[in-house]
């Protein structure tokens, strides 16, 4: 479903005025600033999945989160600014990305954010559940307002798909959409831990360790039985060793490993990849879906069936 707004559909003394309560209820509640006497915009609103895709076109605008507008509008979703046309500044946590055509960025909607655009522009903005990210990188929150360049190989692929996703537009295919929608956030997420995280790379033997455990546990999700023993015994590590690798991580194996089951089964239903909340527990390892709901609302503020979405 595609929706479309326009500041050319109301008068001019009330087009600001429109426009921010379109921006609001479109992105998240910010302020906005108008950097020219006339102000033109438009934006198209596609939903895409789990996510939200939308095409916009403005006059110059400047946006800011506030504090002030995290406490009246809490949003614990992420969002990518793909600039097609003009260029940006996305401003958080200290870092600043100057965004040019082709080039795209995160920025995080649950803290202080900026947004500059100095000229007219054109942009595409993909806001993302959390969850649906942070799956597939787990150190996402360190890689807001870092420059994803349009001109590296990966940059460019994502680029390109993100764009023609746009033309999208199937309401009797939403199946369809969600497997794409899917399928766009490997080949972003991809782009974006080879540019912006650069290669991975083990000096000790204890990461090597710590990498083959955490893959252990990712490939046996699906085991309620997994515990530290069974875990130390396939990976050929002592117990006590596994706890004080992880310890040094701030966190525990178990919770660890909890982390990565809700993330997966939110995944899994916000994707389609299951028809039941039932199929998406067990297939992460839960086995108490009374524990399961209460686990899943804690972590992401939503039962698990407000996220499941019916084909």
Known sequence: MTTHFSTLSVSAQNRLEFWREVVCRTYVPVGCSPLESALEASVSVHDFGPAQLTDITSSAMSYAR?????????????????????????????????????????YDAARPFSLEFGERYRGLTLKVPRAVLSARLPDIEKLMALRLSGESKLGALANTVICEAVHFD??????????????????????????????????????????????????????????????????????????????????????????????????????????????????????????????????????????????
Not at 72 to 79: A, N, V
Not at 86 to 96: P, T
Request: overall charge negative; charged content about 20%; glycine content about 6%.
């Open 66 to 106: 506030t504090a002030d507008d995290i406490r009246s509008g809490p949003s614990d979703e992420l969002q990518l600014c793909l600039i097609r046309e003009g260029s940006a500044a996305i401003a958080q946590s200290g870092r600043q990305a100057v965004l040019k055509p082709g080039d795209s960025a995160l």
């Open 170 to 311: 199937d309401p009797d295919d939403q199946a369809v959409a969600t497997r794409l929608s899917g399928s766009i956030m490997d080949i972003l997420c991809v782009a974006i831990e080879t540019e912006l995280c650069g290669p991975r790379t083990s000096n000790s033997r204890h990461a090597g360790l710590v990498a083959r455990i955490k893959q252990y546990m990712v490939d046996n999700l699906g085991d309620p039985d997994l515990d530290v023993a069974a875990i130390a015994e396939a990976c050929h590590a002592a117990p006590r060793t596994i706890h004080r690798l992880f310890a040094a991580e701030g966190t525990t194996v178990i919770r660890w490993l909890w982390q990565q089951r809700l993330t997966a089964s939110y995944r899994a239903l916000a994707e389609c990849k299951v028809s039941q909340v039932s199929e998406a527990a067990i297939n992460c390892g839960f086995s108490d879906f009374s524990h399961f709901t209460r686990a899943f609302k804690k972590a992401f503020g939503v039962v698990p069936h407000s996220v499941l979405r019916v084909h």
